[in-house]
């Protein structure tokens, strides 16, 4: 598997940009009966590979279209991951998910997604990796990121659903042994 790569801070920061300006295309009061009011859910998920982990909790806001039920989602959640290295040695670190779903949503609900984590895009290149810096020479960090595809049940005020991901995770001194993940998320409404 090819590992999710983008190419330096500059095309990130952009990402990061798209990322958050559209929450403004995501309305907060109803147009002329289109769209739903934005509806919130709170949220805990777990993701893994044979090797890693990440565990989240967070917020999703999301607007559809009545008489189609397509729409968008703006996601965040903080979280804590583990990680196994391709040198063999064990990361944890704290993660700031956030990103895009665009998808059909109703009872069954379809998506595909992109996000970026906004820790490491706020402090670029200053993961704590101190006692790599003598062993390893790589300097191949980017921003971590992911895209993914997802499917789940909606029964008010509960939603569950299962995903997959391909994830880039490394630093300056490191990268993740693995970058395919499936997780579970499990939401209320309000």
Do not use: C
Request: overall charge negative; aromatic content about 14%; glycine content about 8%.
């Amino acid at each position: 598997m090819y590992p999710l790569t983008f190419n330096g801070l500059t095309n990130m920061k952009y990402l990061a940009l798209a990322l958050l300006s559209s929450l403004a295309f995501i309305p907060t009061k109803s147009f002329a009966g289109i769209y739903d009011s934005p509806n919130m859910n709170l949220f805990v998920k777990s993701e893994h590979n044979s090797t890693d982990s990440i565990t989240s909790a967070g917020i999703e806001v999301m607007a559809k279209n009545n008489y189609s039920n397509f729409g968008a989602a703006f996601t965040t959640a903080l979280g804590s991951a583990e990680v196994f290295t391709k040198k063999g040695d064990r990361e944890t670190f704290l993660t700031l998910d956030s990103g895009i779903k665009f998808g059909y949503f109703s009872d069954f609900f379809v998506y595909g997604e992109v996000g970026l984590d906004l820790i490491e895009l706020a402090v670029y290149d200053d993961r704590d990796d101190h006692d790599y810096r003598d062993r390893y020479d790589d300097d191949h960090n980017n921003i971590d990121g992911y895209v993914g595809v997802g499917m789940g049940v909606d029964s008010k005020p509960f939603r569950i659903e299962i995903y997959a991901r391909a994830r880039e995770i490394d630093s300056r001194y490191w990268e993740a042994q693995n970058h395919g993940y499936a997780g579970l998320q499990v939401s209320i409404s309000f």
